[in-house]
């Protein structure tokens, strides 16, 4: 779908992935003004396809392109379209612990070289079958503290779910790989002291007391569906979840302690996966006995229940197609 300020949203239409040309000068190669979103469409229990809350992906696309100066996209436009897509590739949705990928995206397509907003977008949604997240990996995953990079600060895009923050992690991430982990963690910007969230995870602390404790939303950290899911969930089965800082000293003091009896990392592309081993410059430790926890696998089965039609779902998340 295009925008441009004189037509507004105008020219849907689907059609087989391929290239799309572009001039060398359109501002988004330029400026970065680029905006995405990252959902899955799931196979039900009665056969059909469903989506989970796409409607929270809607409003935070159009918070991403409100802090990125872009066009908004109307929160319908972009349910209808991911829906479109859903219904024509319906058949390429996997059965089992897949489902199809879709990947909402919008640019600035605008031709010019000043430093300002443009006035002509692009959206754009791709859609691909995908199998786990972490392969291979039946256990809980290792993560590596950046204490050199930062991903966002304050004032920043942290909260925008834009390329350009990505573009800003991928060196920490490659150095988690580099270290043997699986995923890096940020600290925050200002003192580099508080846990913000991972590459592409919100993370959660369970402590011995039963209760669960997660970074708060300051603007810095994306704020997740999955996170916003995992937090009604846990208070839904009893759990107290507090949302308060935690940070990197704690971490180690409480996993040496035995306070701390589990970590896990949520999202939609994994959506929950244990935390067993921490890496920092300054030494490793592990969470436990570095296995998946208990809690993690309840909430995990808790929602894969709701997203995939096996279990009720009295806050309507689902969203049939
Ligand atoms: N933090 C970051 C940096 C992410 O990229 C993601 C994935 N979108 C998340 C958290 C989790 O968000 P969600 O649960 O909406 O997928």
């Known amino acids: 779908i295009r925008y441009t300020a004189a037509k507004g949203w105008h020219d849907a239409r689907v059609e087989p992935r391929g290239p799309i040309p572009m001039d060398p000068a359109s501002s988004v190669l330029h400026y970065a003004q680029e905006i995405f979103e990252g959902m899955k469409a799931y196979r039900t229990a009665d056969g059909g396809a469903a989506l989970f809350r796409p409607e929270q992906n809607a409003r935070r696309f159009q918070e991403s392109a409100r802090r ?90 942290g909260a925008a779910k834009c390329g350009g923050n990505y573009a800003a992690s991928l060196l920490a991430q490659s150095e988690a790989i580099a270290h043997g982990c699986d995923q890096v963690v940020f600290l925050d910007a200002v003192e580099r002291r508080w846990i913000e969230e991972l590459g592409g995870m919100n993370v959660f602390f369970r402590m011995d007391d039963g209760s669960l404790q997660t970074p708060p939303l300051g603007g810095t950290i994306l704020p997740g569906i999955t996170r916003d899911a995992i937090i009604t969930l846990a208070r839904e089965q009893g759990i107290t979840v507090r949302e308060e800082p935690y940070s990197l000293e704690q971490w180690r003091a409480d996993a040496a302690s035995g306070r701390l009896r589990e970590v896990f990392a949520c999202g939609t592309a994994a959506v929950l996966t244990g935390i067993g081993t921490v890496r920092t410059v300054t030494g490793d430790f592990a969470i436990g006995n570095g296995a998946e926890g208990e809690m993690t696998e309840r909430l995990r089965s808790a929602l894969i229940g709701i997203q995939r039609g096996r279990a009720a779902d009295p806050h309507g998340w689902v969203h049939p197609v």
């Open 68 to 157: 990125m100066a872009m066009a908004e996209l109307p929160e319908a436009l972009f349910v209808e379209a991911v829906e479109q897509l859903v219904t024509i590739d319906r058949d390429w949705i996997p059965d089992g612990e897949g489902s199809l990928y879709l990947r909402p995206f919008m640019f600035a397509t605008e031709v010019f070289l000043g430093v300002k907003p443009a006035s002509e977008y692009l959206f754009v949604v791709l859609a691909s079958p995908v199998g786990a997240y972490f392969k291979n990996k039946a256990s809980a995953i290792s993560v590596w503290v950046s204490e050199t990079y930062t991903r966002a600060a304050l004032g920043g895009t």
